[in-house]
Structures are given as structure tokens and as C-alpha cells.
């Protein structure tokens, strides 16, 4: 006789251990229709088809580190996720800048432990991001009145096959107090599903992550600080240090570099450094023939950046970088008019056996016609000529790229299939007026701004700028690249 499905004790154990598993499911994935559970979202909005995110915790959010909380995602007056989080404030700049605050949060286990779960259909992970929009009235700063510029930078990356955050729209609150339009995304970070590398073992084989950025805003330098700390931390954004990167070893003209490394914020040679930092594996974990392995790799191919020889079919840069991913990154950093690329948020990844690839882009809240740096008539990868001592320039690479006939080549056969298809002006129009409708018929673009005020938006106007905007860049970039 078979003792488990007769022994009385077993069965008692096996129901219970099924009750609990499945009671854990439904309260984390499942739609739930207790009364009470909807009672956790304080703001009652009963129309509209985006998720409804309410977060609710007893400490004070800080910056760093992330604080327990609770997160309940409602759909169509349904609960589909309840789950711990730890919750904290994200960004650097755009913190300081803004009174609409943008949050990064992990899903927790009831130790609070990192616990991966899909949200809202995008793959198991457990980092997250609820990006908002910089606004702030007392300065009249608005960087994205139409909220839609992430989501349709990293629509139109995967739309060539170029990995970005998947991105969907949410309403949010926090504790009650109602947030408006924000955009739930995933954290950029190694994962199957996310920036797929390989796990990076103790022998160099594997993936690496690097990131041409300011040092303040990912992961914090100097947590557990007073959250006024970090309204006024600017030093923090340039206090690069051998722990935590490795500069190039020519300045953004292409002249080596003959001062040391890892002066104090702000030096007057600053504007000339091109600092890596260490995304993966992060600075704390990197050993130190790890360091050496990708900054000889670097090194390697900025020095092939001299050899390019425009009567030859190929370049020895190539020996080093996925040449491709280098022209898709330029071509989205352009037509978006991010003018953060190149030279901040610019992320980079290698993986085992493979070349040095662009991407994915990130943070393109002052893009499109929102940025007065660079003239509409001129490439966002010139930005050096404009502003020539900002702490923070575009590397010399790109420079040699808009010089060298076989990357215009690759650029002008690329730019020639997407805009036959992916970029063609109707394409990207649809985008545009599809998400526009999206968020004005479910009353969220109503909701966003008279939670928001103090700064005249009209949201149609908004819309047809940057439709304008976008149709007038792409016939600026047929025209120049069809001249190369």
C-alpha cells in the first residue's frame, strides 16, 4: 500500500502547503475582486483602460536606500498585483529639477528579499521603474509636455530589433496623494529578457555592461543622506574614482590625455574626460583582472579609431565593435534629437566572445524639439561645437565616425531600409497620435495636468509640434544622409 496517498498526516501537509501556494499566486498575480483590496487605492477613478498603481509605505521615501512598502496594481476595478516593494526616489538631475518625482522599485518577498514576478505581461524581474516628467511651475520647467517622449524613442528602438526598456503607461499614486501619467519600465541591467549577456564568471568569461554618465543618480554614491541632501548634491554627479571606472585615454578631440585621472569634481580639464563606469558587473563586485580585461579591450579599439584607411573595404575597428549597433544607436539618438546622447546616460555592452555593441538608449526626456543646444540643421553628435565646456562632452569617437566613409555607408544603407518601413513618416505619425489618443480618450492627459498646473499646456498644440517636429528631422536627415 502506498503510504502518501494513505497516511493521514501526509495528506493534511500536502493540502496545506497547496493552500498556501496557491493562495501566494492568486495575492500576487491573480485577479482579485475583494472589496477590501480596492479599498487600498484612495483616489477613485473609475474610467480609463491605463493600470492604476497605488504604493503605500510608513517610512519616508528616501533616495537611498529603498524603504518597505506595498504596491497594488488595479485594472479595470480588478486587482492584478499586490506584492511588498522597496521603494526609492531615482534620477539625478531630473531630481533636483523636478516636483514630479520619479521612483525605482524592487518587488520584495515577506523577508524582504528581491523576488522576481511579471508586471503588467513584461518578463520576471524584480527592478523597476515609475518614470515621471520634470515639471516644475515655480520655474516654469516643463521637459516633456506630451509624455510620451521615452516611450516612443524605445518603441521605435525595438521596432529594428535594438533592445529598450519595455515601457507602459500608468496613473500613480503615492500614499494617497494622487501622481498622475507616469511610465512603468524596466531597470536597464543584464537579464535574459533585458541587456542579455552572460553571467560574468571568476575566469573574465562572460558580459559586460559599461556606462557613460554622471555618477550620481543610479545607484548612489552617498546614500543615507537627508533627502534635502540630495536636491543640492552636484559634486556628486562628477566624482569619478578607480573603484568605480576607468577614463579614456584621449580627450574628446582625440589627443591623449597627459594629466592624471580622478580629479575633484568640476576641474578645468573635466570637459575633456570620457569616463566608463562599471554597470556590470557593478564596481563593488568587479575583480580586478576584470577591470583590466575591458579597459584594454576599450583602449584597443580607440586606438584602431587612428588606423582608418577611407581606400580600404574595412576597418580594423571592426576587429572590436559591432558596427551596426553603433549606426542603429546614432541613427534613434538623432532622429529622437536626444541631446543626452553620446555623452550621458550612453550605455554600452559586450558580451562573451562577442564585440563591443550601443545600446540600449536611455533617457530621452529633452529630446525631440525640446533641446536649444544643438541647431535643428546639424547632428545632436556635434553637440561639441556648441557647447564647448560642458562638463560633460561627446567622446571623440563619434567625431572619426562622421569622417569615415565606410561607417556613412553602413549609416546611409540602414537609414534607407528603416525608412522604408519602421521610420517611414506615416509609421511614426501613427505612434504619435495613437498614444496621444490613447491617453486623452481614457481622461489621463486631463488628470496629469490639473494634478499638475502653474505652466500653459495645450495638449493638442503639444502633439502637433512634435509631429511637425519629427516629420521636418526626418526629411533633414534623408537629405543629409543621402548626401554622404
Not at 524582504?112 to 523597476?128: A, K, Q, R, T
Not at 520655474?139 to 528602438?157: K, W
Not at 559586450?350 to 525640446?370: A, E, S
Request: aromatic share 16%.
Amino acid at each position: 500500500m502506498n503510504f502518501i496517498t494513505t497516511n493521514p498526516l501526509f495528506k493534511y501537509f500536502f493540502k496545506s502547503i497547496l493552500f498556501v501556494f496557491v493562495f501566494a499566486n492568486i495575492s500576487c498575480n491573480k485577479s482579485i475582486e475583494d472589496s477590501e483590496d480596492l479599498n487600498f487605492f484612495e483616489n477613485k477613478i473609475e474610467t480609463g483602460q491605463l493600470p492604476y498603481i497605488s504604493v503605500k509605505s510608513d517610512e519616508m521615501i528616501q533616495n537611498e536606500p529603498k524603504v518597505p512598502g506595498d504596491m497594488y496594481i488595479k485594472e479595470n476595478d480588478s486587482i492584478t498585483h499586490s506584492s511588498p516593494i522597496g521603494v526609492e526616489y531615482r534620477g539625478s538631475t531630473s531630481f533636483r529639477l523636478t516636483d514630479k518625482k520619479s521612483y525605482g522599485f524592487e518587488i520584495w518577498d515577506e523577508n524582504n528579499e528581491d523576488s522576481e514576478m511579471e508586471l503588467l505581461n513584461f518578463p520576471e524581474e524584480e527592478d523597476w521603474i515609475l518614470m515621471g516628467h520634470v515639471f516644475r511651475s515655480s520655474d516654469q520647467r516643463v521637459f516633456d509636455p506630451s509624455l510620451m517622449h521615452h516611450y516612443v524613442g524605445y518603441e521605435l528602438s525595438r521596432s529594428i530589433g535594438m533592445y529598450a526598456s519595455r515601457s507602459k503607461f500608468v496613473e500613480l499614486e503615492v500614499n494617497g496623494d494622487y501622481k498622475g501619467v507616469y511610465i512603468l519600465m524596466e531597470k536597464l541591467k543584464r537579464d535574459k529578457n533585458r541587456i542579455d549577456i552572460k553571467k560574468l564568471k571568476e575566469d573574465i568569461t562572460g558580459g559586460y555592461i559599461l556606462k557613460i554618465d554622471k555618477t550620481a543618480g543610479g545607484d548612489v554614491i552617498n546614500g543615507n543622506q537627508p533627502l534635502s541632501y540630495f536636491e543640492n548634491n552636484w559634486d556628486d554627479d562628477a566624482k569619478y574614482s578607480e573603484s568605480i571606472s576607468f577614463r579614456s585615454d584621449y580627450d574628446i578631440n582625440g589627443v591623449q590625455i597627459s594629466f592624471p585621472p580622478f580629479n575633484p569634481p568640476y576641474h578645468l580639464g573635466q570637459y575633456l574626460e570620457t569616463y566608463f563606469l562599471y554597470e556590470y558587473p557593478k564596481a563593488e563586485d568587479i575583480a580586478e583582472d576584470q577591470k583590466q580585461y575591458i579597459q584594454n579591450y576599450i583602449r584597443d579599439f580607440e586606438n584602431s579609431l587612428f588606423n582608418i584607411d577611407n581606400t580600404a573595404s574595412d576597418r580594423d575597428y571592426n576587429n572590436y565593435i559591432d558596427i551596426d549597433s553603433f549606426v542603429d544607436y546614432f541613427i534613434l539618438n538623432e532622429l529622437t534629437g536626444n541631446i543626452d546622447a553620446y555623452r550621458l546616460s550612453t550605455y554600452m555592452h559586450k558580451n562573451r566572445g562577442g564585440k563591443l555593441k550601443m545600446g540600449p538608449i536611455w533617457d530621452l526626456n529633452i529630446g525631440y524639439n525640446r533641446q536649444d543646444r544643438v541647431p535643428f540643421t546639424d547632428w545632436i553628435a556635434n553637440y561639441n561645437q556648441y557647447v564647448p565646456r560642458d562638463a560633460w562632452m561627446v567622446p571623440f569617437w563619434w567625431k572619426v565616425f562622421l569622417g569615415d566613409d565606410y561607417f556613412k555607408q553602413r549609416l546611409k544603407e540602414r537609414w534607407t531600409q528603416y525608412r522604408s518601413n519602421q521610420f517611414s513618416n506615416q509609421t511614426i505619425l501613427n505612434l504619435i497620435q495613437d498614444t496621444a489618443d490613447y491617453l486623452i480618450e481614457n481622461g489621463s492627459i486631463e488628470r496629469n495636468y490639473e494634478r499638475w498646473t502653474g505652466i500653459g499646456i495645450d495638449y493638442l498644440q503639444v502633439i502637433d509640434a512634435l509631429k511637425n517636429h519629427l516629420q521636418d528631422r526626418l526629411l533633414w536627415m534623408d537629405q543629409k544622409i543621402n548626401s554622404m
